[in-house]
């Protein structure tokens, strides 16, 4: 990365343009072509710089209920599992970690009910998992801004 790239990452994390050509925005501001700015995201993208472009919504507000779900997963279905849970639009992140409780994920659904009739398919078809649903009791809402030229 160079120091142009390091311009456009601060930029788009703190004010994407939402405007009809974002890109010739983000060029605007840092001194290249809309062309150059969207090649530069697109390849950090790709690196895995960028894992993801989009709005942050607060989903309680818009009315949604949300719960962390830990999972037991043997190994020899983790993959699988992961797919399975991956292939609901109602998950928002899904990762895998180190430890006896090795999947976990957010679940944001319109009511309690589709939360359950969810985790009850997940549960059905991953027999061999044990699922912890675990709900937010308090909310803590962090604003992550990442330093680009941080070492």
Known sequence: MDNLDTRILALIQEDFPLV???YAAIGEKVGCSEEEAFRRVMAMKK??????????????????????????????????VAALVNSYPQVTHNYQREGQVNLWFTLVAES????????????AAAPDAEVL????????????????EAD
């Open 133 to 148: 649903d675990l709900p937010a009791k308090e909310v803590f809402k962090l604003k992550v801004r990442f330093d680009p």
């Open 112 to 123: 309690k009910g589709e939360l359950e009739r969810i985790l009850g398919e997940i549960t």
């Open 20 to 22: 009809s050509r974002p």
């Open 47 to 80: 690196a895995g710089v960028i894992r993801r472009i989009g709005a942050s919504f607060d989903s309680r507000k818009l009315g949604y209920l949300g719960t962390l779900v830990g999972m037991r997963v043997p190994g020899k279905e983790l993959e699988r």
